[in-house]
């Protein structure tokens, strides 16, 4: 069985996608999967409703079947294969990069017994209601970005998307609920984390200051966060201060100064090597960048009324 990374600049799904901007896709058609034996690895998050017909396919070595009202939702790193659609089949499909959904989304990384769930339990039902709420949300989307004669903004696209991705995380969170499973200590562990990570401002940037408070060695929660986040506990620190400098940089009227003093950086000269580090330009270029970006983008819209 030959494995394939494939992703949203895949050319195939450039094809079938009305819309795909690198980040996010959506798509009604998903024949370009239909008869494939090849088993592909995902790098984006994944929802299909089905709406009509039937689809048949392997994830992660587990063969399913898709009814209307079924929604499949495979996370990142999914194996997904071996796919069979029927003739009639019909769908709304989205999928997002995970880059993506931390960059709009600062507390989605909050929902981490959703990630753990639907590995295990990728297929749900949704109520006749709850099938029309998902179509309702993808409808205003694919009208805002296709049908609409104004161009939108990139803002306008992210608010959509965000409202969209916090429903799904509705209905999932509701299977959990009327599906309960029992927990890890290390999964209770990594979620009180994220949880007291996500609720701090300024966020310290020290392990050792999150172990204290969750009465564990750094050592232990950097193995609990490796294996239940796939990430280092520093690493995922620092995508959680980045997200706060991001905002303060790109959308308030604070000064570097008050923005260091705000997020407890020791001085501008620490703080401008760090943004420059893992940003690759000095706070001001950053700010300057992201102004000029808002400014072309209003000029574009002005020149199209």
């Not at 795909?20 to 994944?46: Q, V, Y």
């Not at 940089?249 to 001085?267: A, C, G, T």
């Amino acid at each position: 069985m030959v494995y394939i990374r494939k992703h949203l600049n895949n050319p195939e799904w450039r094809k079938t996608a009305f819309y795909n901007d690198g980040n996010l896709a959506l798509t009604d058609n998903l024949n370009g999967l239909n008869n494939g034996n090849e088993t592909f690895r995902t790098d984006f998050f994944l929802a299909i409703l089905c709406l009509q017909g039937e689809m048949s396919l392997y994830v992660n070595g587990v063969q399913y079947s898709v009814y209307p009202n079924n929604v499949l939702a495979c996370p990142p790193d999914s194996l997904v294969g071996q796919t069979r659609i029927s003739s009639d089949f019909q769908c709304h499909c989205l999928a997002v990069t995970p880059t993506h959904m931390q960059r709009i989304m600062p507390m989605a990384d909050n929902s981490w017994d959703i990630k753990i769930f639907i590995e295990k339990n990728p297929l749900f039902f949704l109520s006749p209601e709850e099938a029309d709420g998902f179509c309702h949300y993808y409808d205003l989307l694919r009208w805002r970005i296709v049908s609409s004669t104004c161009r939108p903004r990139e803002e306008e696209v992210n608010a959509l998307s965000v409202a969209f991705f916090y429903y799904v995380i509705g209905l999932m969170s509701k299977q959990i609920r009327q599906a309960p499973r029992t927990f890890t200590s290390g999964e209770y562990l990594f979620k009180n984390f994220i949880n007291l990570l996500a609720s701090s401002h300024p966020k310290n940037r020290k392990v050792e200051y999150y172990a204290e408070k969750l009465y564990v060695t750094p050592k232990y929660l950097s193995l609990v966060c490796k294996k239940c986040g796939n990430k280092t506990a520093s690493k995922i620190i620092s995508l959680y201060v980045l997200k706060d400098i991001d905002y303060l940089l790109k959308y308030s009227s604070k000064s570097i100064k008050e923005i260091v003093n705000e997020l407890e950086f020791p001085n501008i000269s620490f703080f401008g090597k760090y943004v420059k580090k893992h940003f690759g330009i000095s706070p001001k270029a950053y700010r300057i960048k992201a102004l000029r970006e808002r400014l072309q983008r209003a000029n574009e819209e002005s020149g199209k009324e």
